[in-house]
Nanobody, 126 residues
Framework: VQLQAFGGGLVQTGGSLRLSCAEA?????????MAWFRQAPGKVREFVAA????????YDADSVKGRFTISRDNAKNTVYLQMNSLKPEDTAVYYC???????????????????WGQGTLVTVSS
């Protein structure tokens, strides 16, 4: 599985962005739990959101709840992160990640994911 994240950029406080994560090796991601993490300068990588294989279940970090929405389109082998009401503290490199199997158990932890995209930078100006 090769993941490519894109869609980052510079946006003002209160603005919106949609990140995409596409599978680039012609493999289906429909059997993978998918997630977004982010890493701000000088900080550890942190969980943002995860979505089950079917898309029927999803979980968000408290810091983004109500503002960010994770979704997926298995026919397009793509996962999305819609980010609204952006704040300066959302500034970070955003990474998509994948792991085989169900979403249950440790979906918020980085070691539980086997595959990672290269990251896309989101900068929110105040």
């Amino acid at each position: 599985v090769q993941l490519q994240a894109f869609g980052g950029g510079l946006v003002q406080t209160g603005g919106s962005l949609r990140l995409s994560c596409a599978e680039a090796a012609q493999e289906s991601v429909s059997t993978y739990t998918m997630a977004w993490f982010r890493q701000a300068p000088g900080k550890v990588r942190e969980f943002v959101a995860a979505i089950s294989r079917s898309g029927g279940s999803s979980y968000d970090a408290d810091s983004v709840k109500g503002r960010f929405t994770i979704s997926r389109d298995n026919a397009k082998n793509t996962v999305y992160l819609q980010m609204n009401s952006l704040k300066p503290e959302d500034t970070a490199v955003y990474y998509c990640a994948a792991r085989q199997g169900s979403i249950s158990g440790g979906y918020w932890t980085t070691p539980s994911y086997n595959y990672w995209g290269q990251g896309t930078l989101v900068t929110v100006s105040s």
